[in-house]
């Protein structure tokens, strides 16, 4: 409670509050890049509609990131219309409207594509296909059957949203004052990039890709129009920019095995039609300032209350979307094996995974979730009783919630199959209070960055997992402050302006000089 007291005398409060992106980083912006108006492309909006009227910012540390790399740009943003309120509201307001953003805002452009187009384009082709595809998901001796479905996905979904965005770029870009800067978000949108370089040849064009890139042998997977029109959309950028070293090593791979251009490795770049095309790993980050002003709140202060009351000896946490990528069955057997073989930690330890359901419309995700509470009540019904359940399951969407756990838990498991960079870790390392030690797959993008101060894991590995928690757990005082030390300096150092100026210095050197590199 102190903490709650003293927060607005606090120095280090008043230090976060000096690393805010605001108005220095918007004049950094400016000043870098002085000829440039940018546009941020992703497919949703920066706000929502309610149902009951006014708006509601979408969760989840990437829209936080957008908002802000929008606001310190002073950018337009192209989103789609994604379901019947936001189709209701361009009806209403037209395609084109102010949108709040975090303190400002933006000239928000809504692309109407039908329901059907939309459905095709997101639900099935990027969703069931790409992600899997880009996550390793596939049970390649029986899935994916690249059927009619598919093609038509492609065909009537992704290629014609990706075209119905590329053209609204398109004629935003030709109203701005000056050189288009045009930054594209994610794997809904890879055809976009080439496109809008066709129209609009003297646009600087980047992309970032939030989720793993995978080898050029799994890419395969893919029927060749598709894969070869995916490289050629993103082959329209000037930067394509991704989480890890790793994922720029994979896609240079993919771009020299799959497509047979020429490569520099060292420069780490493409060319392609006289054109150079860099690809750059910049790992994603938050907002230091916000993150921990939140983890002071009130609220939050509330839901940490509430969890005391029960609160066993030892907390394990996880929170995630029960998406079969981030790996929640193969942590709860992990954990089945530390209660079987350290039976001195039944009834002082509790699993507490905080899960949000996701994509509960497609057949798979129902039936991992299915999965998700089937291995939990085994794992209760076998190891429970005298008032003690070994896991905690909870769902929803509670932000103060997620936040009171990441202050408390004493090992925070994130350990999914591969993850493209997963912000959860970061905010866990930033506001945890209780010298917490953090078990993290290998596979996740932000083990680059964390791996000397957390606990590796072989996602895969329920004894290694299971052993990294015992750790955890047991590990002494003077080794768990000395690493948590370390990797609170690591997100601090690495934060959200981190994440935008490196952005912003590469466009200045490697292509913002007129005529020395765009197309």
Same mark, same amino acid.
Not at 98 to 114: F, G, N, W
Not at 398 to 420: C, E, H, I, S, T
């Given at each position: ?38 546009? +941020?492309?992703? $497919? /949703?909006?920066?706000? @929502?509609?309610?149902? !009951?009227? %006014? ?7 990437? &829209? ?94 992704? +290629?014609?949203? $990706? /075209?119905?965005?590329? @053209?609204?770029?398109? !004629?935003? %870009? ?7 800067? &045009? ?337």
């Amino acid at each position: 409670m102190t903490a709650v007291v003293n927060r607005n005398q606090s120095p280090f409060m008043d230090s976060v509050e000096r690393r805010r992106p605001g108005g220095s980083m918007k004049a950094y912006v400016s000043r870098t890049l002085p000829h440039c108006s940018a546009i +941020v492309v992703s $497919n /949703r909006a920066p706000h @929502e509609p309610r149902p !009951e009227g %006014g708006f509601t910012r979408g969760a989840g540390g990437v &829209v936080t990131a957008l908002l802000t790399l929008a606001e310190v740009a002073s950018a337009d943003w192209v989103a789609c219309a994604r379901n019947d309120a936001e189709r209701e509201l361009v009806s209403r307001q037209g395609a084109t409207w102010d949108s709040p953003l975090i303190r400002t805002q933006t000239r928000l452009h809504y692309v109407t594509p039908t329901r059907e187009q939309y459905d095709q384009y997101y639900s099935v082709f990027a969703n069931l296909v790409l992600w899997f595809v880009q996550h390793y998901l596939w049970d390649l001796a029986h899935q994916p059957i690249i059927n009619g479905r598919v093609h038509r996905a492609w065909k009537e979904g992704y +290629v014609q949203v $990706n /075209r119905q965005v590329a @053209e609204k770029v398109i !004629e935003v %870009g030709r109203q701005l004052p000056n050189r288009p800067l &045009v930054m594209v978000h994610d794997y809904q949108l890879y055809l976009v990039p080439q496109i809008v370089r066709s129209q609009l040849p003297g646009a600087i064009i980047t992309h970032f890709i939030h989720i793993p890139w995978p080898t050029p042998q799994y890419w395969k997977v893919l029927p060749r129009e598709m894969r070869s029109a995916i490289l050629t959309g993103l082959l329209g950028c000037d930067i394509v920019g991704f989480q890890s070293s790793l994922d720029v090593r994979n896609f240079l791979m993919t771009c020299e095995e799959n497509a047979g251009l020429q490569v520099d490795e060292r420069e780490k770049a493409v060319l392609i039609d006289g054109r150079v095309v860099y690809a750059r790993a910049y790992p994603i980050s938050i907002d230091v300032a916000s993150t921990t002003r939140l983890s002071f709140s009130h609220g939050v202060m509330v839901e940490e209350r509430k969890l005391r009351e029960w609160r066993p000896k030892q907390l394990i946490v996880r929170i995630d979307r029960t998406d079969p990528s981030k790996n929640i069955v193969r942590g709860f057997l992990a954990y089945e094996k530390l209660l079987a073989h350290h039976p001195e930690l039944r009834g002082n330890v509790q699993f507490w995974a905080f899960l949000q359901p996701s994509r509960q419309d497609v057949a798979v995700y129902r039936s991992y979730l299915r999965r998700v509470r089937q291995a939990a009540t085994r794992i209760n019904n076998q190891f429970g009783g005298q008032g003690w359940v070994p896991i905690r399951l909870e769902f929803g969407e509670n932000q103060r919630k997620a936040m009171a756990a990441l202050r408390n838990f004493d090992v925070l498991v994130v350990n999914p199959v591969y993850d493209g960079l997963n912000l959860v870790v970061k905010e866990g390392a930033l506001v945890n209070r209780s010298e917490g030690m953090i078990v993290l797959s290998e596979n996740a993008g932000a083990h680059e960055e964390l791996q000397p101060h957390v606990l590796s894991i072989n996602p895969f590995d329920i004894m290694a997992t299971a052993q990294a928690m015992y750790d955890g757990l047991m590990m002494s005082g003077a080794e768990r402050r000395r690493r948590n030390e370390a990797v609170r300096e690591v997100v601090r150092t690495n934060d959200i302006a981190r994440w935008i100026t490196r952005q912003v210095q590469d466009i200045r050197e490697l292509v913002a000089v007129p005529g020395l590199r765009a197309g």
